[in-house]
């Protein structure tokens, strides 16, 4: 209240000072975020890994494995089992799993579960999950560990994952006779990779289709009540729109064990492979706890096992501290690109939103579809015993766990396989960006506060500039008296202009600056949900598939709220100079926190975000009639079109399909990108209707408002 009611607020210091500097200021700012993010690569500035729970001992036991035999022989059984039987069809082979594990004395289930494509008009898929469970002998089945391994069929574009089904069998058959297991271990084969995952951890959770979730609270919104309302008949024929159901019925589980501990994924398409690659990226960029990330990492040098984590290899160790610094970079930036769009990269990350701590494991050899890495020609040949005793001292250090995994980060970044970032050391970079965002705020609010006090100091200054050579005594007396008297008018006039000042400040009016803002979000809220009703318009009316369909129905609705966002504050009242400047100040206040508020969960989807559109905020300021700035007005409209979230997402994958075939014409390359751009909203928006991914849903209800509004406050005059 202090800003609005005191009149004498515009000649403090520090206010006249931030209005002239606040401007390089917020550059500064900028630049030093991203300087701060980059620095942290060097080894200067981040910190060695080490283990904080104690419990796990890893590698001092003995290991035992001895089934590389057994593995060699179910991988080629299962390869004879696939080419005879299902080399034309994408099924599993249940019959032939349930029969390995049912020798082995295991528990065997198979989880049946349905998806009704949420987009798909109609169309259903169902799938099969195997898995059996081996009792500890030693405690009652109170916890549990998990060893998993997706399906691929040999028509798969992906590299199969035979090896790791056939590891997997191999290490149960060694696992199951021995006697200091206090863990139960559960082996797990999901078909239609990430899909079969996510239904059985929903069915042994007891996640059922049923269940109530925001969309079916929504939902009952239309549903008949007791008041005698009955706003259903509304949506006669539109019962599409209405159905909030979960649209993966993930079935129930005919055998459970007690509460997963943790869980390691298996993705090995052969028994020999050159290195091993740890994923950690789960759903919305959530990661597992560090702990396990360097027990992994820490037992494959104890078994011999070359291991890397995105540009950071285990075998290349340089004294250049400029190399390695850039290696850093490059492994930062890896992981950024990784976390950014909130998708996992393997069956482990669904886990993590379960309190389940996984990785996953993938074999990679010279001609791997990622890439070949440096100097890899030069390593040996991994095999089915090392990765044996290596799945075995991972299984075994967890098996001694006394508590869930608390004590180490669950927030960091990794700048190396064994270096690594705290979120109090990532978190000023974001902070940096946030607080331009804010400092410009301040500035637009103090600029609002008229300087009432100039008066004031012209006469401070006549005064001083006053002869001081008078000395007759009575000269001073009426001197004084005057001065004392204008001294009270100055105070009396002063109070007036406050009074007018708080008049004014109470004139703005809350209901046009706060509707306008409300509808605006209500239109990116109206967005969020839009896909379903362009789907279903696009298969009804013009036969085009989803992707298609949703894809031009959002620009469609981007070309229309464009045309339609400026004027409509010209519907009811225009909002004056100091109205709009206030939208602007929430707006990049709102903008600010959302952006710290996403980092505190996906790191690099805050930032990438923040250095994205704070350059946007920093430009954007309300238009004066007076101002004949023509070009630089013109200019920054264009930045902002340029910057509209469907528009950035699109010319980014044109410029990536540009560096991925360069060999390609411009017109070619533009369709690759637009058809990339196509299918990933469409999988952003079926992964949010799936998964719970929530890159769409903040792209249209946080992002696209706050787009709107810096648009409409560009295409609007004001007079000041």
Do not use: H
């Given at each position: 209240m202090g800003l609005l009611s005191d009149p004498e607020y515009g000649s403090v210091k520090w206010v006249r000072i931030l209005k002239k500097i606040h401007s390089p200021l917020c550059f500064v700012f900028y630049v030093a975020a991203i300087a701060w993010f980059f620095t942290l690569a060097h080894r200067e500035f981040n910190n060695e890994t080490y283990f904080s729970e104690n419990a796990l001992l890893p590698g001092l036991v003995t290991n035992e494995f001895n089934g590389e035999q057994s593995a060699n022989q179910f991988f080629n059984e299962l390869l004879q089992e696939l080419e005879e039987k299902y080399e034309d069809s994408d099924e599993m082979p249940i019959p032939w799993l349930v029969g390995k594990m049912s020798q082995m004395h295991l528990e065997v289930y198979t989880h049946n579960f349905t998806l009704n494509y949420p987009l798909g008009q109609g169309q259903v898929y169902k799938g099969t999950n195997v898995y059996g469970i081996l009792r500890a002998p030693r405690t009652s089945s109170l916890e549990a560990l998990v060893v998993t391994a997706p399906y691929r069929s040999l028509s798969n574009h992906q590299k199969g994952t035979a090896a790791g089904i056939a590891l997997m069998l191999a290490f149960a058959q060694f696992a199951r006779p021995q006697k200091y297991w206090a863990k139960d271990i559960i082996f797990l084969i999901t078909e239609h990779e990430q899909l079969g995952m996510q239904a059985w951890l929903e069915a042994y959770h007891g996640l059922q289709r049923e269940s109530s979730s925001f969309y079916t609270s929504l939902g009952s919104f239309w549903q008949p009540s007791t008041s005698g309302l009955d706003l259903g008949k509304f949506a006669k024929g539109f019962e599409w729109i209405t159905d909030h159901s979960k649209c993966l019925d993930p079935g129930t589980l005919k055998g459970r064990s007690g509460s997963i501990q943790a869980a390691i994924n298996l993705e090995f398409h052969t028994p020999k492979f050159k290195y091993i690659e740890v994923k950690v990226e789960g759903l919305n960029g959530q990661l597992p706890n560090l702990d396990l990330v360097n027990l992994v990492h820490k037992l494959c040098v104890k078994s011999g096992i070359h291991h890397s984590y995105k540009n950071s290899y285990s075998w290349i160790r340089t004294r250049n501290k400029m190399d390695e610094w850039v290696n850093g970079i490059w492994t930062m930036l890896g992981m950024v690109s990784a976390q950014i769009a909130g998708v996992p990269n393997g069956n482990h990350g669904l886990f993590h939103r379960f309190g389940i701590e996984s990785v996953t494991l993938e074999g990679r050899d010279i001609d791997d579809p990622a890439g070949m890495a440096p100097r890899v020609q030069s390593l040996s040949y991994g095999n089915f015993y090392r990765l044996g005793i290596t799945l075995e001292s991972i299984l075994?250090?967890?098996?001694?766990?006394?508590e869930r995994f608390h004590q180490s980060y669950f927030f960091y970044m990794l700048a190396a396989t064994n270096r690594f970032i705290s979120i109090g050391q990532y978190m000023p970079s974001l902070c940096l960006l946030c607080g331009a965002m804010l400092l410009r705020a301040l500035s637009l609010w103090v600029t609002l506060q008229k300087d009432v006090d100039d008066n004031t100091d012209k006469k401070d200054s006549k005064d001083k500039g006053d002869s001081k050579s008078e000395t007759d005594e009575k000269d001073e007396d009426k001197q004084q008296d005057q001065k004392e008297k204008n001294e009270e008018k100055d105070k009396t006039k002063l109070e007036h202009e406050g009074k007018d000042r708080k008049e004014t400040d109470i004139s703005f009016s809350i209901v046009n600056m706060g509707g306008n803002y409300l509808l605006i979000h209500l239109f990116g809220y109206g967005v969020m949900n839009s896909p379903l009703l362009f789907s279903h318009i696009g298969s009804t009316y013009f036969d085009q598939p989803s992707e298609v369909s949703v894809y031009y129905g959002l620009i469609a609705t981007s070309v229309l709220l464009i045309l339609i966002t400026p004027f409509l504050l010209k519907v009811r009242s225009t909002l004056s100079f100091e109205e709009l400047s206030i939208v602007n100040i929430l707006l990049l206040i709102e903008l600010s926190t959302a952006c710290l508020a996403i980092g505190m969960h996906n790191y690099p989807l805050g930032l990438c975000l923040a250095v994205l559109y704070t350059p946007l905020a920093l430009i954007v300021g309300v238009v004066d009639t007076d101002s004949r700035s023509g070009f630089c007005l013109f200019l920054k409209r264009i930045i902002c079109l340029i910057l509209h979230p469907l528009f950035v997402v699109s010319?980014?994958?044109?410029?990536?399909?540009?560096?991925?075939?360069?060999?390609?014409?411009?017109?070619?390359?533009?369709?690759?990108?637009?058809?990339?751009?196509?299918?990933?909203?469409?999988?952003?928006?079926?992964?949010?209707?799936?998964?719970?991914?929530?890159?769409?849903?903040?792209?249209?209800?946080?992002?696209?408002?706050?787009?709107?509004?810096?648009?409409?406050?560009?295409?609007?005059?004001?007079?000041?």
């Open positions: 075994r250090s967890l098996n001694n766990l006394l010319l980014g994958l044109i410029i990536y399909s540009r560096i991925l075939f360069p060999e390609e014409t411009l017109l070619s390359m533009i369709g690759r990108g637009r058809d990339a751009a196509m299918q990933a909203v469409m999988f952003s928006i079926v992964d949010s209707l799936i998964y719970g991914n929530w890159l769409f849903n903040v792209g249209a209800t946080v992002i696209l408002p706050t787009w709107l509004l810096f648009w409409q406050i560009l295409c609007n005059r004001v007079t000041a």
